[in-house]
C-alpha cells in the first residue's frame, strides 16, 4: 500500500495522467471541431453566424484551454518519444518541468494574441 502511493506521487505518473486526460477531452471536442467546419457547407451566412458567435469570451477561453490541451498532449507524445528511442541520461526526468512549461507556454502566447 506504501508503495502504490509513492508511485501516485511521482512526476512521471502525473504526466501519465496527464497525457491520457488530455487526450481524452481532446477526442470529445473533435466532433464539435468538425460540426463547426460542417457550417462553412452551409453557406457563408451560415459560417459567418457560426464565427460571430464564437466571438464571446468564454468561448475565448476554451479556445485556450483546448491549445493547453493540445499543447500538454503534444508534449507529453514528445516526452514519451524521447524516452522511447534516446538512451536514458538524468536529465531527461527533467523532460515533465519542459513539457509543462512548454504547454503552459503555448496556452499563454495563444491567449495574448486573442485578448
Known amino acids: 500500500m506504501k508503495n502504490d502511493f509513492r ?51 468564454l468561448l475565448k477561453f476554451a479556445e485556450t484551454a483546448v491549445v493547453v490541451l493540445l499543447a500538454m498532449h503534444m508534449a507529453g507524445g514528445v516526452r514519451l518519444l524521447m524516452l522511447e528511442f534516446m538512451a536514458w541520461r538524468d536529465w531527461q526526468k527533467s523532460l515533465l518541468a519542459v513539457a509543462a512549461g512548454v504547454s503552459l507556454a503555448a496556452g499563454l502566447a495563444f491567449l495574448l494574441n486573442i485578448v
Open 7 to 57: 508511485a501516485r506521487s511521482h512526476p512521471a505518473y502525473w504526466a501519465f495522467i496527464v497525457h491520457r486526460v488530455s487526450g481524452l477531452l481532446l477526442s470529445l471536442f473533435l466532433p464539435l471541431h468538425f460540426w463547426a467546419l460542417g457550417q462553412a457547407l452551409q453557406g457563408e451566412a451560415g459560417l459567418e453566424s457560426f464565427l460571430r458567435w464564437t466571438d464571446r469570451p
